[in-house]
């Protein structure tokens, strides 16, 4: 009965290799979203899609690709993984002109 | 023009006193202000939200004040409690377009 589920909760891995993040929403919105939260808890947007279409793409490394499968799943595929990348991974969900909601997390740490 | 800026960064307030955590923008174009309350190891979760066409917006013991000629507002916690102990972050928008959060205030609710 999760609006908004995110998996894996966390994830450790070495630098250099390649990882996915999942992401399901069964809200019905057309919008999704990913965010990062960095360690002093600042939360930036990396990517919208609505309805399975790029909206959004912030100034993100293109290490950072996002999926969308259909309107109830984004999903963020990292390649190459760095240091830096470690922060909290945020997917959201939102209908039109209505708030977003967000899932509770990816925690990524790169060794 | 896209900021948000949110003070403090920090507050500690003592069981049954009043929080106070203040958020300024720039962009007149923004037209949605919500207030997003996260608990460690979950997601931001809407806790309340105001356009500028009011000045005021209250719900239980939460209440949004907003000056729209100073592109200023803010959230009120009354009777504060252990409970509201939580990272508080404003934001603003241009409904339907991406979400620009303030960096955060940490609220810690003592006994």
């Known amino acids: 009965d999760t609006a908004v589920s995110q998996t894996p909760k966390y994830l450790v891995t070495q630098m250099g290799n390649d990882k996915s993040i999942k992401c399901e929403q069964n809200?019905?919105?057309?919008?999704m979203y990913w965010y990062k939260q960095d360690s002093k808890k600042f939360l930036k947007i990396m990517f919208s899609?609505?309805?399975?279409?790029?909206?959004i793409n912030e100034t993100v490394p293109n290490r950072f690709s996002p999926k969308s499968p259909d309107k109830a799943h984004l999903n963020l595929h990292i390649n190459s993984l760095e240091l830096g990348d470690s922060a909290v991974y945020f997917c959201?969900?939102?209908?039109?002109?209505?708030?977003?909601?967000f899932g509770d997390g990816t925690r990524l740490s790169i060794l | 023009q896209q900021q948000v800026k949110q003070s403090p960064q920090s507050l500690i307030v003592q069981k049954g006193g009043i929080s106070i955590i203040n958020c300024a923008y720039e962009?007149?174009?923004?037209?949605?202000f919500p207030w997003y309350q996260q608990f460690p190891g979950k997601g931001p979760a809407l806790l309340i939200a105001?356009?500028?066409?009011?000045s005021e917006k209250k719900e239980g013991r939460f209440t949004i004040s907003f000056n729209k000629s100073a592109k200023q507002f803010s959230l009120h916690i009354m009777d504060s409690q252990p409970g509201d102990s939580a990272t508080y972050f404003c934001?603003?928008?241009?409904?339907?377009?991406?979400?620009?959060f303030g960096p955060g205030t940490s609220l810690s609710v003592i006994p």
């Open positions: 959201a969900s939102s209908g039109a002109g209505q708030p977003q909601h």
């Open positions: 809200l019905g919105h057309d919008t």
């Open positions: 899609y609505n309805n399975k279409e790029l909206i």
């Open positions: 962009n007149t174009a923004f037209d949605y």
């Open positions: 105001i356009r500028p066409d009011v």
């Open positions: 934001a603003a928008s241009i409904l339907g377009d991406k979400v620009i």
